[in-house]
């Protein structure tokens, strides 16, 4: 069974720091590219940054450039996001999503439409 769990979430004050975790099973990660998305109230889900199993290469969104960096350890099979300088806005449930590697790093199936598996999310909370 496929599964992506994710860990981490919280409530935080603005300008803090939160590390998430995605902790993945039931496929061969390192075939995978790994993404976090979030989703805000009233909001759509926007991708924030992946990751690929095959280089290790990776793609950030423009808005959390500098702010965010994202990791894997396919030892582990888990993918973190490491989030600093957080703000109001970055409050939201954020997801870890999948998708398989066909060719070259994969970084080109870093959107949603592209993922294959997902979880079901964690909060962050930012508060001010």
């Known amino acids: 069974e496929v599964q992506l769990v994710e860990s981490g979430g919280g409530l935080v004050q603005a300008g803090g720091s939160l590390g998430l975790s995605c902790a993945a099973s039931?496929?061969?990660?390192?075939?995978?590219?790994i993404g976090w998305f979030r989703q805000a109230p009233m909001k759509e889900r926007e991708e924030i940054s992946c990751?690929?199993?095959?280089?290790?290469?990776?793609h950030y969104a423009d808005f959390v450039k500098g702010r965010f960096t994202i990791s894997r350890d396919n030892a582990k099979n888990t993918v973190y996001l490491q989030m600093n300088n957080l703000e109001l806005e970055d409050t939201a449930v954020y997801h870890c999503a999948a998708a398989r590697i066909l060719y070259g790093s994969g970084l080109s199936l870093c959107n949603y439409y592209a993922m294959d598996y997902w979880g079901k999310g964690t909060l962050v909370t930012v508060s001010s």
């Open positions: 039931g496929f061969a990660f390192d075939d995978y590219v």
């Open positions: 990751i690929s199993g095959k280089d290790g290469s990776k």
